[in-house]
Nanobody
Framework: VQLQASGGGSVQDGESLRLSCTASVRITNYVMGWFRQAPGKEREFVAY??????KYADSVRDRFTISRDVAKNAVYLRMNSLKAEDTAVYYC???????????????WGQGTEVTVSS
C-alpha cells in the first residue's frame, strides 16, 4: 500500500477532524492532494500541497488546512467547522502536477469516511 488514509469518523456539525495520509513513497517527489466523494456524487477536489503551492476548493477554503510532515512522510487535512455537506469518503492522492483534476493523480489511498451530523 503506497498511500494510507486515516482519521475519519462521525462528528457533529461545527466540530473538527484531522485526516492523515501516510505514504510509502517520498512525498517530496509528488504533489499531494485530498479528494472526497459523497454518496451519489462524483469525486471532487478538496486541496493539494507541493513545494511551491497549495490550493483549496472554494467550499473548504478558510475551514480546511492541508499540511505535510516531510520527516514523517505524511500529509494531513485539518478540517474545522465541519458541515453536513462535508460528509464523504476522503481520499489522499499523489500526482506529478499541480492540479485539481483527479486524473492528474497517479496514486490513491483507500479512503477514510467522514460523517457530519447536523
Amino acid at each position: 500500500v503506497q498511500l494510507q488514509a486515516s482519521g475519519g469518523g462521525s462528528v457533529q456539525d461545527g466540530e473538527s477532524l484531522r485526516l492523515s495520509c501516510t505514504a510509502s513513497v517520498r512525498i517530496t517527489n509528488y504533489v499531494m492532494g485530498w479528494f472526497r466523494q459523497a454518496p451519489g456524487k462524483e469525486r471532487e477536489f478538496v486541496a493539494y500541497i507541493g513545494w511551491s503551492s497549495e490550493k483549496y476548493a472554494d467550499s473548504v477554503r478558510d475551514r480546511f488546512t492541508i499540511s505535510r510532515d516531510v520527516a514523517k512522510n505524511a500529509v494531513y487535512l485539518r478540517m474545522n467547522s465541519l458541515k453536513a455537506e462535508d460528509t464523504a469518503v476522503y481520499y489522499c492522492a499523489a500526482g506529478r502536477r499541480y492540479s485539481s483534476g483527479s486524473s492528474s493523480y497517479d496514486l490513491w489511498g483507500q479512503g477514510t469516511e467522514v460523517t457530519v451530523s447536523s
